[in-house]
C-alpha cells in the first residue's frame, strides 16, 4: 500500500511527539538539576552566550589555573546554538537556563526522526524503510538514555546535523524519480547540503572526516550524473574551505592545511576532470598526487609560524610538555587541540624527587621572571623556538620509557 505525503508527515509528527515524550520519561524529578564534568562547562558557555559574552575572549574560570579561549579550544557551535535559543526564549518566558537546556536537547534529539527517515526512504526508496528508520531512532533505548537531558555533549548535537547533512546530501545527489529536476533546482540543493556541512564543522570537531569521506566516493565513483557529482564535490570542498578560514578552532590548529581539506580540494580537481581525462586510473591518480602535494607543501609552511593551542591546562604541569605547537596536530591528522601529555611530566617527577621537572625547565630554555610555576611562557617564543618545543614533544611521547630503560640498564 502506497502511503500519501500527508500520511507519511503525520505519522512522523505523532513519532516526534513520542519521541520528545519517551525522553522525558526516562528523567526523575530527584535527579540533580545540575550538569557534570564536561556538561557542566558546556552549559557555562551556553549561558555566557545568552548573556551577550563572547566565546572568543580568554575565560579564566573555564580551566585551572589560567583558562583558554573557549571557541579556540573547541567547536562552540553547540554553546552558541544553545545560547542565542535561550535568549530568545528568555525575552517572552522567564524559564531558568538548566530546564531550558534540557527541554531544547530533547526537542533537538527528537527531530532526528524526520532526518532519519529522509536519509533511509532516499537509499532504500521505500517510504516504509524510512518510517522505521524514525521508528528506531525514537525508542531505541540507548538513544532515548543518552538523549534525555542530562548531558550536554557535542556529539547529541552532531547526531541530529550529520543525519541532516545526509539527508540533504542525499536529496541532492539522487533527485525525486518522478521529477529529474527536483522541485528545486540544483544549486539551491547544493547550497542547502553545503550550509548543513558548514554548520556540522561548527559543531563536531570531527566533522572534516565525515565531509572528506562523503566527497572523495561521490568525486570517484561513477554512479553519479557528471553535473551533480561536480557541483556537490566543489561545494562542499568550498565550504571545507572557508570553515577552516572562518571557524576559530579550526584555525587554532591550522586545519588548512591538513590532510583532510587536501584531499577535498584534490577531490574536487578529479571531479572537474573531462570524461576522457576520467578514464580507468587517472581520475584516482590525480586525487592520490594531489592529496599528498597539498600536505606535504601546506603542512611545513604552517609548521613555520604555528603558535601553542593553549598555554597551561593544569596547576603545577605548565611546563613543556602543555605547550604544544598546533603544528603537531597537523602532522598527527588531527583537527582539534591536542592532547596536552601531563601524563608524561608526572611520570617523570615520580620516584625523583620532583628533580624531572626541573630537567625539561633546563631544556626547555628561559623561565619567568617571577619564578612562579614550572614552565616557560610559550607565547613569548619565536620560530626556532617552537621548533625545539615541537621537537621535543616528540621526544616525550613517542621516546621517553625507551629511553629510560636505557638508562635503568646503564646503571645496573
Not at 526564549?89 to 538548566?98: F, P, Q, T, Y
Not at 561548527?202 to 565531509?211: D, F, Q, R
Not at 625539561?360 to 628561559?366: E, Q
Request: charged content about 15%.
Amino acid at each position: 500500500m502506497q502511503m500519501s505525503r500527508r500520511v507519511v508527515i503525520f505519522l512522523l509528527c505523532a513519532l516526534w511527539i513520542a519521541a520528545v515524550a519517551a525522553r522525558v520519561s526516562t528523567t526523575s524529578p530527584r535527579d540533580t538539576p545540575y550538569y557534570d564534568g564536561a556538561s557542566a562547562m558546556a552549559y557555562r558557555h551556553a549561558m555566557e552566550v545568552a548573556e551577550g559574552h563572547s566565546l572568543s575572549a580568554h575565560d579564566v574560570k573555564a580551566g585551572s589555573p589560567s583558562g583558554y579561549v573557549p571557541d579556540r579550544y573547541r567547536a562552540a557551535g553547540a554553546e552558541v546554538i544553545t545560547g542565542l535559543a535561550y535568549r530568545a526564549v528568555h525575552l517572552v518566558s522567564e524559564i531558568d537556563g538548566r530546564p531550558f537546556t534540557r527541554r531544547f536537547i530533547v526537542i533537538l534529539a527528537a527531530l532526528c526522526v524526520f532526518t532519519a527517515y529522509g536519509v533511509a526512504s532516499r537509499l532504500w526508496g521505500s517510504r516504509g524503510a524510512g518510517l522505521l528508520a524514525a521508528f528506531l531512532v525514537a525508542f531505541m533505548p540507548p538513544l532515548v538514555k543518552t538523549t534525555n537531558g542530562r548531558e550536554f555533549t557535542h556529539v547529541i548535537f552532531a547526531a541530529f546535523f550529520v543525519s541532516l547533512h545526509a539527508a540533504l546530501a542525499l536529496r541532492a545527489l539522487f533527485p525525486h524519480r518522478d521529477d529529474p529536476g527536483g522541485r528545486m533546482t540544483v544549486p539551491v540543493r547544493m547550497l542547502g547540503a553545503a550550509l548543513a556541512a558548514f554548520v556540522l564543522l561548527w559543531v563536531w570537531e570531527p566533522a572534516p572526516y565525515l565531509i572528506a569521506a562523503w566527497v572523495v566516493p561521490v568525486a570517484l565513483m561513477g554512479r553519479f550524473d557528471v553535473r551533480l557529482r561536480r557541483w556537490f564535490v566543489v561545494s562542499q570542498a568550498l565550504t571545507m574551505l572557508a570553515a577552516t578560514c572562518v571557524l576559530p578552532h579550526l584555525l587554532a590548529t591550522h586545519a588548512f592545511g591538513s590532510w583532510m581539506v587536501a584531499a577535498a580540494v584534490s577531490a574536487a580537481v578529479a571531479a572537474l576532470l573531462p570524461g576522457r581525462a576520467r578514464a580507468q586510473w587517472r581520475a584516482p591518480a590525480v586525487f592520490v598526487a594531489g592529496t599528498l602535494l597539498l600536505t606535504v607543501v601546506a603542512t611545513p609552511l604552517l609548521r613555520l609560524d604555528a603558535p601553542p593551542v593553549v598555554g597551561r591546562t593544569r596547576a603545577g604541569n605548565s611546563g613543556a610538555d602543555n605547550c604544544v605547537p598546533a603544528s603537531v596536530g597537523i602532522v598527527r591528522g588531527g583537527v582539534g587541540p591536542q592532547p596536552q601529555h601531563t601524563h608524561v611530566a608526572r611520570a617523570r617527577t615520580r620516584g625523583r624527587g620532583g628533580h624531572g621537572t626541573g630537567g625539561a625547565r633546563r631544556l626547555a630554555g628561559p623561565q619567568p621572571a617571577s619564578g612562579r610555576g614550572n614552565g616557560v611562557d610559550c607565547r613569548g617564543f619565536r620560530g626556532g623556538h617552537r621548533g625545539g618545543l615541537a621537537a621535543l614533544e616528540a621526544i616525550d611521547v613517542g621516546g621517553y620509557r625507551m629511553l629510560h630503560r636505557a638508562r635503568g640498564r646503564c646503571a645496573g
